[in-house]
């Protein structure tokens, strides 16, 4: 408190007294014993009143001991199960616990983790993926600013995540790495890693590569197959030894249906292996068909007949073929995509086929196109067009958005040939390329794509397009870049996918242990998303009873599910939106793989690693009291004192307020009592 504060309150009892006696006892005559409290009471009102205007400080200090934190992350995957030392992690876990000395000296907090760290403390080894390196950086990120020691319980073998070795703990943590688990390494074979497309071409073949790992001394002979269901679809013979430890293998196999094909890779165990889970993996290929059937329609022969058909069929999956309105037969409806060369008036009946069938086509206008006819029959693009020709240049437009593609040299390709006029496009119509005309860019569409309800359309006016192929010949020495840009507009304009108003994105297929999420985007009639709607899913797997329902839940502008670790086994499932008769059905499968059962022993070298990068030792699992010896007399881990002053205005002091109306209220009554009101 200061002198200037002690002055004001020593003057404030001067005044209160010296009130207080003028008004009670000067002069005061007879009843001295009432004249007395009532002095006493009026002065500590008075007092009181006063001391609360001068308002000092008041300090004080208060003293707490802080402990350092001891945390302990335990790995709660299943391959701590598999190694068949969930008991003893438990047993170690249950002595650092029980320990008093710990807990006086430490705060313990408990985590465990498998694929995400929980702060829940019940085990159960039942995560089906281990991400070691999130658990340890997340524990470092919450506690970075205390000191800690972080105690590491785990077999080492992590499934998912970044590389748990280069781990460096915070200057104000201490790492303490126990390992759990059989340390031994025992002659093993194990099949690492099986690299496969997700997707394959009917009728193609596709890669499959295969990594073999052998630990161990003595040499070994084996054999690799890989089977679909009980044929042998391939196999080879391996062998090797201390020095021959892996082996790559690279095969194709046949995709020869449509559909989720399943495989079971694997390697014939040696004598007395171990570890036999980890020998063989059940592997999937979901073979799709992107064949594409592509019609060129003209009424007369045109070089650009043949360059388009060249780049198209550039992609094996895409077959073209050139016809011409004499043809007796044009069964249009076997194809995906009808492009149309200079059509005119013979064209009619193959339009009203395209509309009658909603399929998408592609327009080629030069100057034999028939103006007149073709605003007529379609509503996407009309041309004023006069009987003048017009070269036309190509400007690329950056802000299309439908699909990606690289300027290819537009503004350096020679002109396209067309009638002159202006040019009118629908709302629809999004422009790839604009129209440069006598040096000035008029933007106009020179090539553009347009999407309706039920069909897409696209239209490129001019004619001479051979010659843009001929030119990025000439600057690549190859075809490669026009057909690129070429294909992804056949690509585009070959697609039926439909605007629906729900959609959903899933996998057709998916691996054990996995999480299986399912999103879907839900638009109103005016296809904007909803963001109020309420979207169910019923699962149910084929040949079984077993169904599931579930909500999807709304995660900014989609809504999404996770089913969580199904058993494996072919699902069907049909998703609704609540009051409403929309509703999308669909399937997938889900292959019996597990990442956790392919671990043989625990990862000594990489828990090794992990402590000498952060400069400690490494624990084992029958070394609980060495442990606590450690942490114990570790002087990094001293409790420290530490003080807090505070300081409260006595204002804040609310009481004597109750005080000061208590002390009125006493000489209000006595004064009642006595009669003096």
Known sequence: MIICNILYITLAVIFALGFAFFQYLYKAKGKAGNAYIFFILRFLSIFTLLLLLINPKIRSTAFEIEKPDLLIAIDNSQSIAQLRKADTLRNFVRQLLSNEE??????VREFSFGKELSAEGDLDFNEPQTNIFSALDNLNNIYKN???ALVLISDGNQSIGRDFGYFKASA???LFPVVVGDTTRYSDLNLAALNVNRYAFLNNRFPVEAIINYSGEEPVNTNFEIR???????????SFSAEENSAIINTTLPASRLGVLSYKAEVAPSENEKNQLNNSENFAVEVIDERTKVLILSATPHPDLGALKKAIETNEQRQAEIKYLKDEELEIQDFQLVIMYQPNNSFKPVFEKIKENNQNYFVITGTQTEWDFLNNVQDNFKKDAAFQEQEIFAVMNPGFSNFQFEDIGFEDFPPLLDRFGTVETSNSAEPLLFQRIEGVETGEPLLAISEGTSSKSGFLLG??????????????QNFEAFDNFFGKIIQ????????????????????????IIVSAQYFDENYQFDANARLNIAISKRNSDESLQ?????????YEVDLGNLEPGEYEFTLRVENSAISETGSFTVVDYNVEQQFASANLEKLKFLADNNESRLYFSNSAEKLIQDLLSDKRFTPVQKSHEKTVPL?????LLFLLVFFLAGEWFYRKYTGLI
């Open 651 to 655: 204002v804040d002091w609310y009481y």
């Open 550 to 558: 579930a909500p999807l839940l709304l995660r900014n502008n989609y």
């Open 102 to 107: 710990i807990r006086e000296r430490f705060k």
């Open 463 to 476: 004619e001479n397009i051979w010659k843009w192929r001929a030119q990025s010949y000439l600057e690549n």
């Open 228 to 238: 679909s269901g009980e044929n042998i679809l391939f196999s080879k013979s391996l």
């Open 172 to 174: 104000n943590i201490s």
């Open 492 to 515: 585009n304009l070959s697609s039926r996918a439909r605007r629906d108003r729900l959609r959903i994105d899933y996998e057709s297929f998916y691996y054990g242990n996995s999480q």
């Open 146 to 148: 205390n000191n800690a």
